[in-house]
T-cell receptor
Framework: GQSLEQPSEVTAVEGAIVQINCTYQ??????LSWYQQHDGGAPTFLSY????GLEETGRFSSFLSRSDSYGYLLLQELQMKDSASYFC??????????FGKGTRLHILP | NAGVTQTPKFQVLKTGQSMTLQCAQD?????MSWYRQDPGMGLRLIHY???????DQGEVPNGYNVSRSTTEDFPLRLLSAAPSQTSVYFC???????????FGSGTRLTVV
């Protein structure tokens, strides 16, 4: 089987930095993705890591450690519009993409 | 505009009725998937396809059928609707390589 664990909720202050962790158990691991979803909207793709290390895209960065089956999404200079749910997702060798249950990010002014 | 188009956006069914959720993409993507989203459950994979003529089951396939006769279209059929299938359904597609899914806007289905 496969499973992904991420915190259900995280709270941070506007302008600060927040890290959302994701641990996974799966066979045939290819890569880890992150998606953002605002209330009532569809998920949108943020980043993908296939190799160990940090990928940076503007204010967002994503990290992967294959040996630890662990990754995180780092959001810097938080803005109120970053209030959303964030999902990690694993891509397997059979090309299935399985999502975690999501982390709801609350941002305080 | 290029993207993934889902129809209908809203649907109410009676228990036992059947229907088809439509999904079409115009990006020539090989990979397409159907997910359902329920509160606190994240996105759960129903069925997916790696190309025309090829489909496979996901995490929660029971009660649903799919077919992929063309690259563009990936309809999801509910055979006999049950209240447990009340959910938001998302269709998604992606191309080759390390790219993420593009999601449709979703179908909100209520089974009474």
């Amino acid at each position: 089987g496969q499973s992904l664990e991420q915190p259900s909720e995280v709270t941070a202050v506007e302008g600060a930095i927040v890290q959302i962790n994701c641990t996974y158990q799966t066979s045939g691991f290819y890569g880890l993705s992150w998606y953002q979803q605002h209330d009532g909207g569809a998920p949108t793709f943020l980043s993908y890591n296939a190799l160990d290390g940090l990928e940076e895209t503007g204010r967002f960065s994503s990290f992967l450690s294959r040996s630890d089956s662990y990754g995180y999404l780092l959001l810097q200079e938080l803005q109120m519009k970053d209030s959303a749910s964030y999902f990690c997702a694993v891509r397997n060798r059979d090309d299935k993409i399985i999502f975690g249950k999501g982390t709801r990010l609350h941002i305080l002014p | 505009n290029a993207g993934v188009t889902q129809t209908p956006k809203f649907q109410v069914l009676k228990t036992g009725q059947s229907m088809t959720l439509q999904c079409a993409q115009d990006m020539n993507h090989e990979y397409m998937s159907w997910y359902r989203q329920d509160p606190g459950m994240g996105l759960r994979l129903i069925h997916y396809s790696v190309g025309a003529g090829i489909t496979d089951q996901g995490e929660v396939p029971n009660g649903y059928n799919v077919s992929r006769s063309t690259t563009e279209d990936f309809p999801l059929r509910l055979l006999s609707a049950a209240p447990s299938q009340t959910s938001v359904y998302f269709c998604a597609s992606r191309g080759q390589g390390p790219y993420g899914y593009t999601f449709g806007s979703g179908t909100r289905l209520t089974v009474v």
